[in-house]
Nanobody, 111 residues
Framework: QVQLVESGGGLVQPGGSLRLSCVYS????????MGWYRQAPGKEREYVGS???????NYADSVKGRFTISRDNAKNTVYLQMNSLKPEDTAVYYC?????WGQGTQVTVSS
């Protein structure tokens, strides 16, 4: 079992930045990919990006160049740095590790 706890969400103005954190624990050694999805009201869950154990990352076209995923194994944490935020980035952001999910953290981009 893997436990995931997200934090760092909040309200930010368009053009602003936020950094989300996902602290993981449990049998993480069996997981080779972690990352983020998001779900806006009334929409399906949408892929944001991933990071593999060897460091390779991948991003959805909608966030490429604005969002960055990184991992600190010493802190058991995966980060999602979000820059140049847009109102359409408003969603609940979920961390995943393999088939495990966190509870989500709300990000609202509004003036």
């Amino acid at each position: 079992q893997v436990q995931l706890v997200e934090s760092g969400g909040g309200l930010v103005q368009p053009g602003g930045s936020l950094r989300l954190s996902c602290v993981y624990s449990g049998s993480i050694f069996s997981i080779n990919v972690m990352g983020w999805y998001r779900q806006a009201p009334g929409k399906e869950r949408e892929y944001v990006g991933s990071i593999w154990n060897h460091g390779r990352t991948n991003y959805a076209d909608s966030v490429k160049g604005r969002f960055t995923i990184s991992r600190d194994n010493a802190k058991n944490t995966v980060y999602l740095q979000m820059n140049s935020l847009k109102p359409e980035d408003t969603a609940v952001y979920y961390c995943y590790a393999g088939r495990n999910w966190g509870q989500g953290t709300q990000v609202t981009v509004s003036s």
